[in-house]
Structures are given as C-alpha cells and as structure tokens.
C-alpha cells in the first residue's frame, strides 16, 4: 500500500490526476484507466479524482473510471456488435472523428483478438509471446493523431504490429496507393497477423502488396518504404530510437510510448524544415520495446 500511494503521489506530481479519460493503456500489468490531457475528450465527460485508483498488486496501478463504467456498460446491455462497440467509444467521447470510426467500424476487432476472449470489451488482451492487443479506447487514440498522417497514397509504419490489427485500420486508411507497413519481431505474431489480415476487410490490400507484415526489430524501422507519413511504435521504449527519427518524412508524424514504468505517449513531428517536435499527449502503460530474448523470458 506505501507503494501505491507513492505512485499515486507521482503521479499526482506529473499532473495526469483530474481529468476525465485516461492514462490510456495497453497492458494487462497496469489495468488502470486515468487520465489524459486531450482537450477534444475533456467536454464530454465529468473529472474523476484519483481515490479511483485501487491498488489491487502494489508494483501495478489498477482501478477504474470511466472506461470500466463503460465496459459495465457494455456487458450489462449486451453488446456484442463491432460496431457497437465504436458507438460506445463516441458516446465517451474516445473517439470524435467520422474517418476513426469508420475505419474501426470497417475492420472487426473479433477477427483480431484470440479465440474465446470477449473482442468487444475496452481492455487490452493477452495473445501470447508476453504480447498483447492494445485497448480498443488506445488504437482510437492513436488513429486520431495520426489520422491527418495517414491520408490515401501516404506511407505508414506500425512497429510492434502484433496481431495487425492497426496496421489494417492504416491500410484502409491510405489505400491501395498507399502503403501499410506492419513490423513484428515474434515471428508467430507476423504469421497469426497474417491470417487476422486476410480474413479482414483489408485483405485486398495484402494481396496486392500495399499492405504487408515483416519479422524484424522495429527499433531500426524498416528502411524499405521509408520516408513514412506516420509512424506508429506499439510498445514501450526507453527512448526514442533514432532510425525511427530518421524514418520519418518531413511533416511526418510518430506516436510512440517512451518511458520505462511510467510512460508517456509522445507526438514526435519532423517539421518541414527537418526540425524535429517533441510533445507529451498523455500518460500511458505500454508493453516495453525490446529485444526478442528479453520479451520471451519476461522482459
Ligand atoms: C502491446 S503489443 C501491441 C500490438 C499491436 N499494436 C496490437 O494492438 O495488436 C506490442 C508489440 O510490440 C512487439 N515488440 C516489442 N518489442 C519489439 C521490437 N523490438 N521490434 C518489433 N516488435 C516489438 C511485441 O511483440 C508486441 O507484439
């Protein structure tokens, strides 16, 4: 418990306590929804105080607020619908924009997550490998920033792709002009990602090559189809890794976790003179981006 309240202080001092959604995350080891400083969510919803917090495991953040009350929501009324499940994320206001919401509509989540688990729920999922699929209120968070990054014909990398899912919702998004580039360094995932594409809406695109799934260590991005429009890093990185800096286009966009037990999701923005912009959207709880070996024995 004196660790709770430590990090209940820190994270008090970090200013990410009162307001409504999120401390957005991905993880199974820290399920604690808190804060966020986006603006577009903040009108929509009453502040929450940190007395949400429960600390059911002292290393490890748990609790609820308003997306447990809509996970409630959820299950009490039954909904068993993707589509459904997009409406409730614009109902809290997670989602705000029609193209977000289209294209999580278009690209089923059940297809995605592991067979037997409940696709629908807010949470993020265990698919193996000591990876999981991030929560449906994360991959909406990060589709919005980069939404103006991933127009038709724009090149797009998603690092960490897992289960494909985003890389899919990134290749409807730019089109067959465009390019989709998901990298995975357990191969097992690229494979099951593979199948999770091909049953989706964006099969198509797998098949005709703008769309595509690699074994790699996204920490040196994928050189091949760079400069990218937008770059996503679906895991957590002590820093940010300098090929990906590099990766990026001019008025190319990243959004990648950085931190170790506290993470923030950082807007990183190369500027059309080249420079460089980095900016904190919100505190989150990623998986770490790290070697192969390191993940497989448990980080
Ligand atoms: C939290 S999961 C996110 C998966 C994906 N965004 C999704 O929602 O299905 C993070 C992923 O990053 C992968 N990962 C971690 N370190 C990596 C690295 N160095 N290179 C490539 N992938 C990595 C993990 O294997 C895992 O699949």
Redesign the pocket.
Known sequence: MMIGKKIVESVRKRKVAMNPVVLAY??FRVSCYATTTRTSCQHHHRPVSLSVFQFQNPNFLTGNTIFLKMQRFCSVSGISKNKAMVESLQHFGVITSSKVSQVMETVDRAL?VPTGSSPYDDSPMA?G?N????APHM?ATCLHLLEDNLQPGMHALD?????G??TACFALMVGPQGCAVG????PE?VSLAKENIQKSAAATQFKDGSLSVHV????EGWPEFAPYDAIHV??AAPEIPQPLIDQLKPGGRMVIPVGNIFQDLKVVDRNSDGSISVRTETSVR??????REA?LRGY
């Open positions: 991905d993880s995605f698919i490998y990876a999981t699929i991030s991959h690092i960490g792709s897992g289960t899912y985003l990298v995975e360094h357990i995932l790699g260590d996204g920490r679906g895991a990623y998986v770490p981006l790290t070697s993940q």
